[in-house]
C-alpha cells in the first residue's frame, strides 16, 4: 500500500465516482468521463483529461490522488523482444516485456515487487518481495505495452501473461481486478482468453479461482513431475504438493472447463530423461491439460544448465507418442535478461538498444 494522504481516484467504482460528483454539485456524466480517462485511455494525469474544465481538474487534483507508473527505460532485444523497467510512485522498479512473434504480440508483466518463493532457476527468486502490486500498478504495464507495441511495430497487443516479478495468486485480489480493468468493456476490452495467469503452484488459491468461475487460462510452473525433484527446485512444493496440486488442477477445469498448461522448463541431466517423460505424462493423465517445454535460461550463480537440443526433442517426441499435447517454447529476449526466469531489474546496455522514456 502507498503511503498517501489524498485517496488514490482509481480505487473508486464508477458509481462512487458518480457519488462524489453528486455531492460536489457536479454533473453526474462526468464520472463516466473520468472513468473512461482512467481505463479505456489510460490517462496517468487530470491534466490529460482534456473534455474537462480546468475548474474541474484542479478540483479532483485537490481531492484525489492518481498513481500511475512512469517507464523508466526500456531495450530491445536483437530478437525484437522489449523489457521495459517501470518505475513505481514509491520508487521500486519492476520490469515487463513485449514478445512478439509472428502469429502473437504478448506482453508479460509482473503482480509483485520481488518474489517470497525463492525458486532456485528464477533471478526474481532470489530479489526479496517488498510489497504487491496495486490492480492500476498492474494495469498500466499492459496499457504502456500495448501502446509500445503499436508504436514500435504498428501491431495491436494481441495477449497477456502474468509471468514475470512476483507470484500472480499471492496478490490474488489485485490481480483478478487488474484483469477486470483490462477485460471489461469500460477498461480496455481485451479477451480474458487472450489472458494467462502464471502460478508456481499455490493450491489453495487454484481452487479459488474455479469457485470465481474466471474466464482467463491457468498456466501452472511445473518443471518436475517428481516430489523430490520439483522441492529441490521448488520450495513451494513441500507445502503443495503434486497430489494437491492435481486434485486442484481438477476442480479449476471441472469448474470452468478450461484446460491448464503445465509449465516444464528442462534441464540438463535433471529432468530431462526419459524417465522424466513418463513422469510427467503420469501426471499429465491425472488433469487434462497442455504441456509446454521451456528452453532454460541461465542465471546468475545458477547450478543448472541448458538442456541439449537432442534432449528436449527426444523428451517431446516421447510424450507426444503418448498423446500429450506438448509444445516448445523457444526463449525470447535472452541477450538483454528479458527471457523467462531473468526478470531482476539488471538493465544492461552491452551492444543492446538502451532507451530514456521519454512520456
Known amino acids: 500500500m502507498l503511503a498517501q494522504n489524498k485517496p488514490d481516484i482509481r480505487k473508486l467504482s464508477l458509481a462512487e465516482l458518480e457519488e462524489w ?149 499471492l496478490n490474488y485480489k489485485n490481480v483478478l481486478e487488474s484483469v477486470e480493468k483490462i477485460t471489461s468493456p469500460s477498461g480496455l476490452g481485451m479477451s480474458p482468453q487472450r489472458i494467462t495467469v502464471s502460478t508456481a503452484g499455490i493450491a489453495k488459491m487454484i481452487v479459488k479461482l474455479g469457485d470465481d468461475n474466471v474466464k482467463f487460462n491457468l498456466a501452472l510452473s511445473l518443471h518436475a513431475a517428481n516430489e523430490e525433484k520439483r522441492s529441490k527446485i521448488m520450495p513451494i512444493n513441500e507445502s503443495n504438493n503434486l497430489d494437491t496440486l492435481a486434485d ?55 547450478e543448472f544448465l541448458r538442456s541439449p537440443e537432442e534432449n528436449v526433442n527426444r523428451f517431446v517426441a516421447y510424450l507426444n507418442s503418448k498423446g500429450v499435447i506438448a509444445n516448445v517454447r523457444r526463449s525470447r529476449g535472452r541477450d538483454i535478461d528479458a527471457a523467462c526466469g531473468q526478470l531482476a531489474n539488471k538493465n544492461k546496455d552491452a551492444g543492446q538498444v538502451l532507451k530514456k522514456a521519454t512520456a
Open 21 to 169: 460528483f453528486k455531492a460536489s454539485g457536479q454533473q453526474k456524466f462526468r464520472a463516466k468521463q473520468v472513468y473512461e480517462w482512467l481505463w479505456q485511455k489510460s490517462a496517468l494525469s487530470f491534466d490529460a483529461m482534456t473534455n474537462l474544465s480546468k475548474e474541474l481538474r484542479a478540483s479532483l487534483q485537490e481531492s484525489y490522488v492518481l498513481q500511475g507508473i512512469s517507464v523508466a527505460n526500456f531495450q530491445k532485444s536483437s530478437d525484437r523482444t522489449i523489457k521495459t523497467a517501470f518505475k513505481l510512485q514509491d520508487g521500486p522498479v519492476v520490469e515487463g516485456v513485449l514478445i512478439p512473434t509472428a502469429t502473437r504480440m504478448t506482453a508479460c508483466i509482473s503482480s509483485q515487487v520481488g518474489c517470497s518463493l525463492t525458486c532456485k532457476f528464477c533471478a526474481t527468486g532470489k530479489l526479496k518481495l517488498l510489497r504487491n502490486l496495486e490492480a492500476g500498478e498492474i494495469y498500466d504495464q499492459v496499457a504502456a505495452i500495448r501502446k509500445q507495441s503499436e508504436t514500435e511495430y504498428g501491431i495491436p497487443l494481441s495477449n497477456i501473461v502474468y509471468m514475470g516479478m512476483g507470484e500472480p495468486l
Open 248 to 302: 486442484a488442477l481438477q476442480h479449476f477445469y471441472d469448474k470452468t472447463g478450461t484446460r491448464p498448461t503445465l509449465e516444464y522448463i528442462i534441464f540438463k541431466d535433471f529432468n530431462d530423461g526419459l524417465s522424466d517423460a513418463k513422469e510427467l505424462e503420469n501426471f499429465v493423465k491425472r488433469v487434462p491439460s497442455k504441456v509446454n517445454i521451456i528452453e532454460y535460461n541461465p542465471i546468475d550463480d545458477s
